[in-house]
């Protein structure tokens, strides 16, 4: 899957957004590679 974040041209999303929307983007990458290490050393 994939985040995407698409704001009204010309806008700009506020900093507390961006830092949520980085900060799931990380905490999910993160699940997912424990997942990809689990499965390859089972």
Do not use: H, I, K, W
């Not at 806008?11 to 990380?26: G, H, N, S, Y």
């Not at 997912?32 to 050393?41: G, I, Q």
């Amino acid at each position: 899957g994939r985040f995407m974040m698409q704001p009204t041209p010309g806008a700009v999303p506020p900093l507390q957004a961006r830092l949520v929307a980085a900060t799931l983007a990380d905490q999910v990458g993160a699940a997912l590679d424990t997942s990809r290490t689990a499965r390859e050393n089972s």
